[in-house]
């Protein structure tokens, strides 16, 4: 197995394919919880333990299901350890679970999680899937990251709980929903600015250097005649 392949494989996830910014999945979490960089965080470990665990134990199981069964099994699955995670975080993070309570079910019928257990996971093995599960994940709490570090410091002028600036000049509409979708949309924006941009950058090298070698080709033609 090559290194180059599962580098690529890691990397998707967090640029050419982030859950977020690129393929716009698992929208309710980017939006609920990325009123603080702290729920962003606990949201984004969360996920990553479930993708990890499910597309591993998915890959190992995936010649023993039959299709006709394979959804259901999939759900039963990512339901589990999403129980084990709720279970973990009411033990031993209350805080964050009160905080988080809500949307933290939600993640078994998160769309990243079912559908790289469906694209990737079934038709590959535990090291490929494990290593997709992974990179994945940080796309994801990446974007979660993003998001809650904007709407936190302009909406309330903190981060964590240290004040950056003082409170009066924060702007509250970024703490509410209008706000979440606000911030999604321009760093969005952003992202697929940045993509564009580097995909122009990579063409025009492409075409200078078909164009390189069509100049050397005719000159070793010039040559020889």
Known sequence: MKSK?????????????????VLFLGMCPALGVTTSVVNAIGMGVGVIFVLLLSNVIISLIRNIVMDEIRIPVF??????????????????????????????????????????AEAFASKNGPVKSAIDGVGMGIGFMIGLFAIAFFRELLGTGAIAGFQIFPAEFAIPVFTTAVG????????????????????????????AAIAAKKAEAEAKKGEVA
């Not at 339901?79 to 975080?89: C, D, G, I, K, N």
């Not at 949309?185 to 941009?197: C, D, E, F, P, T």
């Open 5 to 21: 392949e599962l580098f690529n494989i890691f990397t998707a996830g967090i640029f050419k394919e982030n859950p977020i910014f």
């Open 75 to 116: 759900i039963v699955i990512i339901a589990s350890l999403v129980t084990l995670l709720q279970m973990f975080m009411q033990a031993y993070t209350i805080e964050l679970y009160n905080s988080m309570k809500v949307f933290i079910p939600l993640i078994t019928v998160n769309c990243i999680i079912l559908g790289r």
């Open 180 to 207: 979440a979708f606000l911030t999604l949309g321009i760093l969005a924006g952003i992202a697929m600015v940045y993509s564009n941009h580097k995909k122009d950058v990579q063409e025009a090298l492409e075409k």
